[in-house]
């Protein structure tokens, strides 16, 4: 079975940092893009970074440009998000997701993780 794990959320005051990770395990797809979601209290769930097996792709939404980075390990099977200068409305919680070449969907997900910016 695919599992995503995801760790690193926590709380922290506006204009701070912290790093995300996901690593994931149990897979036989061998490419795929990994990303990253968020969703804010009763909002809908938002795209926030992707980065391709190759890491030669990145994209991120506009909100977290410059602040934001995503990057991957392979040979690890991870993906992490740096998250710096965060804002209260990066407050939310944050999933870790895999879209296999084979598939071209965003067929697993992570568990979410809380991430809480204060004024």
């Known amino acids: 079975q695919v599992q995503l794990v995801e760790s690193g959320g926590g709380s922290v005051q506006a204009g701070g940092s912290l790093r995300l990770s996901c690593a994931v395990s149990?897979?036989?797809?061998?490419?795929?893009?990994m990303a990253w979601f968020r969703q804010a209290p009763g909002k809908e769930r938002e795209f926030v970074a992707s980065?391709?097996?190759?890491?030669?792709?990145?994209f991120y939404t506009d909100s977290v440009k410059g602040r934001f980075t995503i990057s991957r390990d392979n040979a690890k099977n991870t993906v992490d998000l740096q998250m710096n200068s965060l804002k209260p409305e990066d407050t939310g919680v944050y999933y870790c997701?895999?879209?296999?070449?084979?598939?071209?969907?965003?067929?697993?997900w992570g568990q979410g993780l809380q991430v809480t910016v204060s004024s």
């Open positions: 149990g897979h036989t797809f061998s490419s795929y893009v």
């Open positions: 997701a895999v879209r296999p070449l084979e598939s071209g969907r965003y067929d697993y």
């Open positions: 980065i391709s097996w190759s890491g030669g792709r990145i």
